[in-house]
């Protein structure tokens, strides 16, 4: 019984010997070929381009979207119920125009109230002072009756308030891009109900991002040539009203452009626009690569050339951004094959295969 055993565990150990060693062979025969198709597959692929000096326009543009010069989410000051709304979706209102009006009963009862007390306390104090002249009654009664006169007035004046509370006014002009009520519905103060979002689109600005190049040509004050992706015959005149002091995060400028709206108000707030930036400068001369050379961004300053069939990795200095091209400054010459594309493949020194 126990040499059987022992027969058997032996019989299991020389099969897992064989297995191994099968397994051993067979990843060695594939790393054997995976070298060589490796080595056949050294050469990265890539494209390339040529540095070349050309005359280049300074001009540039810059896209951006179009935003409402005022745009306000209207909301109740005081508590109610609405009893009438005036205005509807897509209406045009201006300033002081009511769009609705809220349930005024206890308010005009108390406006009457207070019109009341107010036209007696006056008439109250005429009756003192002309007593006072006379000697009818003292100096302190008097001043009471003046006091009375004046609390009066303030209640009259705050009553008043509030009835023209209860007719909701439009604080700036244009269309009601939204409406949140309908009648019966009830406004509360705190926290305070939407009632309607107002866009004014008379004018508008085309909020566009330049980089530090191009900053520096710009000022405030000039005139802007703008058009708009949905309108491509149509020109637009735009005026330049903000440039940012301080770059975001992606190390661009934001610079606002301020349009006046055609008579058909033809642009709307969210329309992609285009701003193009004319130079005072004359055409010039200049270094330039495609951007999309750069390793990374064209901030890196690194760019890979070919020397006879290999990749060379080499830091430049680069100037303007010019489109889809950058002004070289220093570290290339004219002629020189820059790769434009498969530098994340690439390694200082590693064998480039160019695909024409």
């Given at each position: 019984m126990k040499k059987t055993i022992i027969i058997t565990i032996v019989v299991i150990i020389g099969a897992l010997a064989l297995i191994g060693f099968i397994l051993t062979k067979n990843k060695e025969e594939n790393k054997a070929k995976t070298d060589i198709v490796a080595e056949k597959n050294a050469a990265v692929s890539v494209k390339v381009s040529t540095v070349k000096t050309e005359e280049v326009?300074?001009?540039f543009v810059a896209n951006g979207n179009f935003q409402p010069i005022q745009e306000l989410t209207f909301s109740a000051e005081k508590s109610g119920k609405v009893i009438t709304v005036l205005?509807?979706?897509?209406d045009y209102v201006k300033v002081g125009q009511t769009l609705l009006t809220v349930r005024g009963d206890v308010i005009n009862v108390n406006a009457q109230a207070a019109q009341a007390a107010?036209?007696?306390a006056k008439a109250d104090y005429m009756r003192y002072e002309n007593a006072f002249k006379t000697d009818?009654?003292?100096?302190?009664?008097?001043?009471?009756?003046?006091?009375?006169?004046?609390?009066?007035?303030?209640?009259?004046?705050?009553a008043n308030i509030n009835v023209g509370d209860t007719k909701v006014k439009a604080p700036i002009n244009g269309f009601i891009n939204k409406k949140y009520i309908e009648p019966g519905s009830i406004l509360a103060g705190m926290p305070a109900t939407a009632l309607f979002d107002i866009v004014n689109v008379s004018k508008l600005k085309l909020v566009v991002t330049v980089n530090e190049n191009q900053v520096t040509s710009l000022k405030l004050g000039n005139t802007i040539k703008v058009t708009a992706s949905v309108y491509p015959d149509k020109v637009f005149s735009g005026?330049?009203?903000?440039?940012?002091?301080?770059a975001d995060e992606s190390l661009n400028f934001p610079v606002e452009i301020e349009i006046t709206n055609n008579i058909n108000n033809d642009l709307k707030a969210g329309m992609y626009?285009?701003?193009n930036f004319a130079s005072n400068q004359q055409n010039q001369n200049l270094m330039v690569v495609p951007r999309y050379a750069f390793v990374g961004s064209v901030s890196s300053n690194q760019i890979f050339v070919v020397e006879n069939g290999t990749a060379k990795l080499k830091k430049v200095t680069a100037g303007r951004i010019l489109g889809d091209k950058v002004e070289i400054i220093n570290g290339l010459s004219d002629g020189q094959i820059v790769i434009v594309t498969g530098q994340i493949n690439l390694q200082d020194g590693d064998k480039v295969e160019i695909i024409k």
């Open positions: 326009s300074l001009d205005a509807k979706e897509g107010y036209q007696n009818g009654v003292t100096r302190q009664q008097l001043d009471q009756a003046k006091l009375a006169l004046t609390n009066a007035e303030a209640n009259l004046k705050q005026k330049i009203t903000f440039i940012a002091a301080k626009g285009t701003a």
